[in-house]
């Protein structure tokens, strides 16, 4: 069965202090594996689309990296504004999405 | 590109009517959309498949009488929860995929049964 595990649940962090989100996945046939951020009462909004182990992408703060077990969301001099829920998820074998608990996010200035 | 709309963004409900969910791609034709439900401090959990112009595929667990599902267009998807009780409270979002942009995600709509 698949199956996307997040850690930590939560995550409190000054402003500039610099950490990494984890993704462990497990999948019959990776198709890709897609972060996520959702802020609260919003639907997730696409952050990156990792597809083969060793992929790195950056956007701003933000790079993700992949290995053949879990993915890393590393958050580099982070600023409140960057609060929210970071998800990773994968899609099942009937195309659809499944999500991680997720890791939400607290930076304080 | 790859828009998902989705209306409305909250509604109140008695309890025992039916509400209307609507799910609409945008700038591109959807032949599948999702529908997530979403708990308090808790992941999407995928309810069902709606593909266009068949009928929807749902999860385990997920009663298909309750919550109708209509994909009559390559547009639009409609989500129907009839005869609501307080226990469906939830946020309900849709999903389609879009070959250029992945996955795209409305923004979801907050549905509270009283």
């Known amino acids: 069965e698949d199956q996307v595990t997040q850690s930590p649940e939560a995550l409190r962090l000054q402003e500039g202090e610099s950490s990494s989100l984890n993704c462990s996945y497990t999948?019959?046939?990776?198709?890709?594996l897609f972060w996520y951020r959702q802020d609260p009462g919003k639907g997730p909004e696409f952050l990156f689309t990792l597809y083969s182990a060793g992929e790195e992408k950056e956007k701003e703060r933000l790079k993700a990296t992949l290995t053949k077990k879990e993915s890393f969301l590393h958050i580099t001099a982070p600023k409140p504004e960057d609060s929210a829920t970071y998800l990773c998820?994968?899609?099942?074998?009937?195309?659809?999405?499944?999500f991680g608990k997720g890791t939400t996010l607290s930076v304080s200035s | 590109g790859a828009v998902v709309s989705q209306h409305p963004s909250r509604v109140i409900c008695k309890s025992g009517t039916s509400v209307k969910i609507e799910c609409r791609s945008l700038?591109?034709?959807?032949?599948?959309m999702f529908w997530y439900r979403q708990f308090p401090k808790q992941s999407l959990m995928l309810m069902a498949t709606s593909n266009e112009g068949s009928k929807a595929t749902y999860e385990q667990g997920v009663e298909k009488d309750k919550f109708l599902i209509n994909h009559a267009s390559l547009t639009l998807s409609t989500l129907t929860v009839t005869s609501a009780h307080p226990e469906d409270s939830s946020f309900y979002i849709c999903?389609?995929?879009?070959?250029?942009?992945?996955?795209?995600f409305g923004s979801g709509t907050r549905l509270t049964v009283v």
């Open positions: 999948v019959s046939g990776l198709r890709g």
């Open positions: 998820a994968v899609p099942q074998a009937g195309t659809a999405l499944i």
């Open positions: 700038d591109f034709q959807a032949t599948t």
């Open positions: 999903s389609a995929e879009q070959s250029d942009y992945g996955y795209t």
